[in-house]
Each structure stands twice: as structure tokens, then as C-alpha cells.
């Protein structure tokens, strides 16, 4: 059983869009929230990060939102770009493990 | 500073065979972990290791066996491959298990 669910498996945006990719999950040990971003026959490479002490973290055009009481967080990217189409990941640490999502197959139209 | 480098990058093996899937990192990381890359399933953690001599089963740890004599290395054992082994697996390690870094993949085809 998948101990983080991401929605959506894939999603197209056109350029200049947002992209918003959606995460829950169950466990309230859970301790740290990253993004990652995977291109083509490369393995991920972390993204952004959150903690469940903060409502929200932005780092250039990434932002994560994240929402305690729902146990929901998602990743926004603004102002999309070709340069962005990969797969990202989200993934949730606890008891010294990392368990990731589904993943979401991202595509920005020019 | 190579960071995480897995061998071999590809490999086909038939069913029944063994082979070990090497990962080495040169950072110093006490933490690493094995994955594999399913279409639709994400990336599912096979084992994880917080220090030399101490690793754990993740979700899927079934025909694996890891062990980790040094820090460096973390190498992924399976001991009778089967064709629902085929995917893709890629090592990873970090200093905190915060951000992982991961290594560029071994494609593993099981006939």
C-alpha cells in the first residue's frame, strides 16, 4: 500500500501556465517533505523541501504548499517552461525512510 | 567527487540467475537506500541502510538481500532473479536522510 498517493499520473500545460501536482498522505509521523524532479534516464534530484512547521516554501517559480491538518501538501510551479516537462515525485520521510509517490509525468506545451 | 555511481548501467539476466548490483558513494553519507522504478508504482524502497553494518527492509525487500560493510558501499544482491524483477533501480544515499542523492540507474531486464 502506497504510503503517499500523488495525483495527477500525468498532466499538460501549456507555457506561462501553472502546473499544480497534488500529494496526501496518512502517517503523522511523517517529518519532512521533499520534491524531486526526474529527467529522462537520469535518476531524481531533490527539488524543494518542506517541513510540517510550515505552511508554505518558495524557491524561485517551485512553491510547496502544505496543509497539516489535511495531511496534504502540493507543488506549484509558476510561469511553466519546456525546460520543466520531467517527472516529479513527492516523497515523505519517517522513521528514517524515504517513501516517494506515484510520481506525475509533467509536460509544458511552447 | 563522483557522488553515488551504480554498475552496471544495464544487464539482462534469465530466471534463476544471481547477480549483485553495485552502488559506491564518495560523500560520506551514514545513510543509503535501494529503489526500483515501476510505470505507474513510483519508486518503492527495497532497503535502506543508517550506517555501516546496519540495514532494514523498505516496502518491497522480497528476493533482495543488501548488506553494508563499509560506508562507501551498498551493494543490492538478488539471489533468483525473476521477470517481475525487471525495472529499474537506482541506489541512493544522504548525510541525514533528508536530501537523497541518487545515482543514474541500472536497468535490470529478467527473461
Known amino acids: 500500500q502506497q504510503q503517499v498517493k500523488q495525483s495527477p499520473q500525468s498532466l499538460i500545460v501549456q507555457k506561462g501556465g501553472i502546473s499544480i501536482i497534488n500529494c496526501a498522505y496518512e502517517?503523522?509521523?511523517?517529518?519532512?517533505f521533499p520534491w524531486y524532479q526526474q529527467f529522462p534516464g537520469k535518476g531524481p534530484a531533490l527539488l524543494i523541501a518542506?517541513?510540517?512547521?510550515?505552511s508554505e516554501k518558495k524557491e524561485g517559480r517551485f512553491t510547496i504548499s502544505f496543509n497539516k491538518s489535511a495531511k496534504q501538501f502540493s507543488l506549484h510551479i509558476m510561469d511553466s517552461q519546456p525546460g520543466d516537462s520531467a517527472t516529479y515525485f513527492c516523497?515523505?520521510?519517517?522513521?528514517?525512510?524515504?517513501?516517494f509517490g506515484q510520481g506525475t509525468r509533467l509536460t509544458i506545451n511552447p | 567527487n563522483a557522488g553515488v555511481t551504480q554498475t552496471p548501467k544495464f544487464q539482462v539476466l534469465k530466471t534463476g540467475q544471481s547477480m549483485t548490483l553495485q552502488c559506491a558513494q564518495d560523500?560520506?553519507?551514514?545513510?543509503m537506500s535501494w529503489y526500483r522504478q515501476d510505470p505507474g508504482m513510483g519508486l518503492r524502497l527495497i532497503h535502506y541502510?543508517?550506517?555501516?553494518?546496519?540495514?532494514d527492509q523498505g516496502e518491497v525487500p522480497n528476493g533482495y538481500n543488501v548488506s553494508r560493510s563499509t560506508t562507501e558501499d551498498f551493494p543490492l544482491r538478488l539471489l533468483s532473479a525473476a521477470p517481475s524483477q525487471t525495472s529499474v533501480y537506482f541506489c541512493?544515499?544522504?548525510?541525514?536522510?533528508?536530501?537523497?542523492?541518487f545515482g543514474s540507474g541500472t536497468r535490470l531486464t529478467v527473461v
Open positions: 541512493a544515499s544522504s548525510p541525514t536522510a533528508h536530501g537523497y542523492t
Open positions: 502517517n503523522t509521523a511523517f517529518d519532512y
Open positions: 518542506i517541513r510540517p512547521d510550515v
Open positions: 516523497a515523505a520521510r519517517g522513521a528514517q525512510k524515504l517513501v
Open positions: 560523500m560520506n553519507h551514514e545513510y
Open positions: 541502510s543508517v550506517g555501516a553494518g546496519i540495514t
